[in-house]
């Protein structure tokens, strides 16, 4: 327990992240109860951070009350593809997938993932188990973590355009949560001695206040609409070379309805980086987030509001 940190000020979901031993929490107990289909509140929350969402049959809700039944709770699983990019072996084993264990559908997202719907408690291991055999997997896909990287749909437009998709994957990849508990939990896979001992050297024991999405772009196509997103890549070529990439930050178009100090804003160019800067760039970026993001009120806690409550050279400076 850390006596420095006063929970009483923070979200409820601080303290769940931070009692979670590392984004485990009672995971396993939740998934071996056999006496109901859901999983427990806080477990539930930490999920997120495994790529899942429980959810209930809502049209379902009234009867199954009238019959003195739980809910019909199901999960929506989400699959973590850079710049969502998948081979067609791959698609069809996702689409066997949805077929097996979800309602026989399979959602592309706008965040270039795929979405799986309808998958009950008892299948959510075999469920993942089976993506991970396509070479996929969910972590990171949901939580307050770095989500799925975007980029240009089509690496084969030009070489160009495929090393942009090698950049979306080298920073989801460089921007995963480092502990063990999803491989642990999902997986099967036995430790070592003490690797239970985790660290989060990027996310520290709370991670990020809310999600973060980045996004890599060449001009002049914004498909993934670059200036929505908490940090934006924008490619600039010469000679048929990308020499480097303009930095926005501070973009997301999230707002409450009748809630004004929560609103839509575009992100802002702050500087250039050179490609072998770009994971060092967006390391840097998440971190100020992180230690510096609102803990408090979840409403206000994506970057944006950093960048506005502190002023955008204030930002700039911290990251430098």
Not at 117 to 146: E, P, R
Not at 156 to 178: F, G, I, K
């Amino acid at each position: 327990m850390n006596d420095t940190i006063n929970w009483d000020k923070l979200s409820e979901l601080e303290r769940i992240k931070y009692d979670s031993h590392y984004l485990r929490g009672t995971l396993v107990e939740s998934l071996a109860d056999p006496i109901t289909g859901s999983l427990s509140f806080a477990d539930t929350q930490i999920s997120k951070f495994h790529g899942m969402y429980q959810q209930t049959d809502r049209d379902l809700d009234k009867e199954r009350k009238h019959q003195k039944l739980e809910p019909a709770y199901s999960f929506l699983i989400r699959v973590r593809i850079p710049g969502g990019v998948v081979n067609a072996t791959q698609w069809l084993q996702m689409d066997a997938i949805s077929e097996q264990y979800a309602n026989h559908t399979l959602k592309l997202t706008t965040r270039q993932a795929f979405q799986l719907h309808g998958v009950i408690k008892t299948n959510l291991k075999k469920t993942i188990q089976q993506i991970n055999l396509g070479l996929m997997d969910t972590i990171a896909a949901c939580g307050d973590v770095n989500r799925n990287v975007m980029s240009h749909p089509n690496p084969a437009e030009s070489p160009l355009h495929a090393e942009m998709v090698e950049t979306a994957r080298l920073l989801s990849t460089h921007l995963l949560p480092s502990t063990t508990a999803y491989h642990e939990i999902w997986l099967d896979q036995t430790l070592i001695a003490d690797s239970k001992k985790d660290v989060e050297p990027l996310y520290g024991d709370r991670y990020l206040p809310r999600k973060f999405k980045i996004a890599v772009v060449i001009p002049p196509y914004n498909d993934c609409d670059v200036f929505s997103q908490d940090l934006g890549f924008i490619a600039i070529v010469e000679n048929n070379r990308i020499i480097g990439y303009n930095v926005a930050v501070g973009g997301g178009m999230g707002s409450t309805f009748g809630l004004p100090e929560a609103y839509p804003r575009l992100g802002e160019v702050i500087g250039f980086c050179l490609p072998e800067q770009v994971i060092d760039v967006a390391e840097k970026i998440l971190m100020v987030q992180r230690d510096n993001g609102n803990r408090q009120d979840r409403k206000r806690s994506r970057m944006k509001y950093t960048i506005d409550d502190h002023g955008i050279e204030w930002f700039k400076n911290e990251v430098e």
